[in-house]
């Protein structure tokens, strides 16, 4: 028993030396993820011949990029600088990450380099500029460190893109597991507030610092994720949209919004008595108009303006058709007519 127990005990402190006797060694290449949540076909044959052992040269890792970004399949384009993030960190702090992961999860196209050679620190403004180019895009917002307060909130469907520029990541191993929490959460405030999942993402440091020597090592980064890849449209649009309609209710506030019809029961009911005299009105000034224009013909001759009377007759036609055609329309003006001469 206290064998078992000193041996565990062993067990839980060996990585902790481990870590602390390992050297630190100049960063040669970076860790990279690629993923978009819609799919973005034809990048999948850049993940399958990809030797995690080899280094991605900056050339190869443009033209991946780029291919990306050229689908223009996304609403926001996120491009994400962890200054001092090597292969170990997405590796060790793996369960760390769940936001980081769950979004990965989902993404219809995810890629993954574990080396890519150190790319240069304007590499996002390159890619920034590509993109506002290839996907007529005008937003832009850069956000520093570790503070959302500076992200405001924009629910209108612009289309954009995000460069964050997260808080270096400290040497010391307890801070650094702690920023690598706060990123985490950090993150998911950023992606959580966009009024569209669609989006676009690479995650990478584009400041490179020293490391550990057994950073150098093969190692997968989210092997479960990246089991078996396929160029599949994972987020049905419907199955997306479908709790927003819940959220949905239609705004009634009365008259003006709702215009009336006249075939609605309840509007005939209430005004009942004001369409039918309308409607008496209409057929009386019709009947009359029908036998002045018979009487007309007859006493043409005694009639010393004729040709002034029988202008008016036609114009009053005009007008008795038109308010037959367009009857809801005056039927509505009259209404609004009334209401105000009633407040009046
Ligand atoms: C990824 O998501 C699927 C469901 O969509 C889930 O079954 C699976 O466990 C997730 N994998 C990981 C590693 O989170
Ligand atoms: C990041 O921000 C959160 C919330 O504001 C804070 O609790 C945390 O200490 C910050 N972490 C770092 C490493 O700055």
Redesign the pocket.
């Known amino acids: 028993m206290l064998f078992v127990g000193l041996l565990s005990f062993l067990l839980v402190l060996l990585p902790i030396t481990a870590g602390a006797n390992d050297n630190l060694v100049v960063q040669k290449s970076v860790p990279v993820l690629l993923f978009s949540h819609k799919v973005s076909p034809g990048l999948l044959k850049y993940q399958k011949n990809y030797d995690p052992k080899t280094t991605v040269p900056i050339e190869s890792f443009e033209i991946i990029s780029h291919e990306l970004i050229d689908h223009c399949n996304s609403d926001t384009y996120i491009y994400v600088n962890i200054p001092g993030l090597r292969k170990l960190d997405l590796i060790e702090y793996e369960d760390e990450l769940k936001f980081l992961q769950r979004y990965l999860n989902q993404s219809s196209t995810k890629l993954k380099f574990e080396q890519v050679k150190n790319l240069p620190e304007d590499y996002y403004s390159d890619l920034t500029t590509y993109t506002k180019d290839t996907c007529k895009f005008e937003g832009y917002i850069s956000l520093h460190?570790?503070?959302?307060d500076d992200f405001t909130t924009y629910l209108d469907s612009g289309k954009r893109i995000i460069e964050i520029n997260y808080?270096p990541l400290?040497d010391d191993d307890v801070?650094r597991l702690?920023?690598i929490i706060?990123f985490d959460?950090?993150f998911r405030e950023i992606l959580a507030q966009l009024p569209s999942p669609d989006q676009t993402i690479i995650l990478t440091s584009l400041h490179p610092s020293l490391v550990p020597e057994r950073d150098y090592k093969s190692m997968p980064i989210f092997p479960k994720l990246f089991e078996d890849l396929n160029e599949v449209e994972k987020n049905n649009m419907i199955l997306d949209v479908a709790p927003l309609t819940n959220k949905f209710s239609p705004k009634f506030s009365g008259m003006e919004d709702v215009p009336p019809n006249v075939f609605d029961i309840q509007f005939y009911n209430e005004n009942k008595i004001f369409i039918l005299t309308i409607i008496i009105v209409f057929v009386t000034f019709e009947i009359l108009s029908v036998s002045k224009l018979f009487g007309k013909s007859k006493h043409s001759s005694q009639k010393p303006n004729p040709k002034k009377d029988l202008k008016i007759e036609e114009k009053r036609e005009i007008y008795s058709l038109e308010t037959e055609k367009e009857g809801r329309t005056v039927l509505t003006k009259v209404n609004k007519g009334k209401t105000i001469s009633k407040d009046d």
């Open positions: 460190g570790n503070n959302s808080s400290p801070a702690q920023s706060d959460l950090y």
